[in-house]
T-cell receptor, first 115, second 112 residues
Framework: DAGVIQSPRHEVTEMGQEVTLRCKPISGHNSLFWYRQTMMRGLELLIYFNNNVPIDDSGMPEDRFSAKMPNASFSTLKIQPSEPRDSAVYFC?????????????FGPGTRLTVT | SQKIEQNSEALNIQEGKTATLTCNYTNYSPAYLQWYRQDPGRGPVFLLLIRENEKEKRKERLKVTFDTTLKQSLFHITASQPADSATYLCALDGRGYSTLTFGKGTMLLVSP
């Protein structure tokens, strides 16, 4: 398997623009996680899905952020409108199931810069 | 409030020595604790998982301990090599089907 695939790897956009990040999890994994990483706050969970259903979105910072998982092999994280404080590295991860007994496999991340 | 604390200062050691990284937590009762490695520009990579009823886990040159009384996990790399230089993150869960919460990580620098 190719591992978790994320696109784009880098995104530079202007404040106010819409940004869409994409993720393809590992085949057969039924849990998918979106994280944001910054120097100040570390790796923060934004939202996670189990069997394509959003389970916990309490980490989504505000209504400007939304995430979807239309099928088992694809998820998107959208920011609209984007702001400079959204600049961070966004990771997608997948695991066989939810819970602490399962290791998570991370994608390479999308580095987002909002100017 | 819940906290996971890892030393924010980088750990510098010489090649061949044992590196020991610490993960302390408060207001958690994790059933599992995991350690990950992260290289610059890459996503974290899973290394080891230890359960609450396990005191110690080993994998090649890696050893993890888990003390639920002290609320602490120690991560050891024996015979360290420059290739071990990276940031190491601990992560722990709550109970049931809760997800992992990650510490901010400690950077390890192994000099030849």
């Amino acid at each position: 398997d190719a591992g978790v695939i994320q696109s784009p790897r880098h995104e530079v956009t202007e404040m106010g623009q819409e940004v869409t990040l994409r993720c393809k999890p590992i085949s057969g994994h039924n849990s998918l996680f979106w994280y944001r990483q910054t120097m100040m706050r570390g790796l923060e969970l934004l939202i996670y899905f189990n069997n394509n259903v959003p389970i916990d979105d309490s980490g989504m910072p505000e209504d400007r952020f939304s995430a979807k998982m239309p099928n088992a092999s694809f998820s998107t994280l959208k920011i609209q409108p984007s702001e400079p404080r959204d600049s961070a590295v966004y990771f997608c991860a997948s695991s066989q199931d939810r819970g602490g007994s399962y290791e998570q496999y991370f994608g390479p991340g999308t580095r987002l810069t909002v100017t | 409030s819940q906290k996971i604390e890892q030393n924010s200062e980088a750990l510098n050691i010489q090649e061949g020595k044992t590196a020991t990284l610490t993960c302390n937590y408060t207001n958690y009762s994790p059933a599992y604790l995991q350690w990950y490695r992260q290289d610059p520009g890459r996503g974290p990579v899973f290394l080891l998982l230890i359960r609450e009823n396990e005191k110690e886990k080993r994998k090649e040159r890696l050893k993890v301990t888990f003390d639920t009384t002290l609320k602490q996990s120690l991560f050891h790399i024996t015979a360290s090599q420059p290739a071990d230089s990276a940031t190491y993150l601990c992560a722990l869960d709550g109970r049931g089907y809760s997800t992992l919460t990650f510490g901010k990580g400690t950077m390890l620098l192994v000099s030849p």
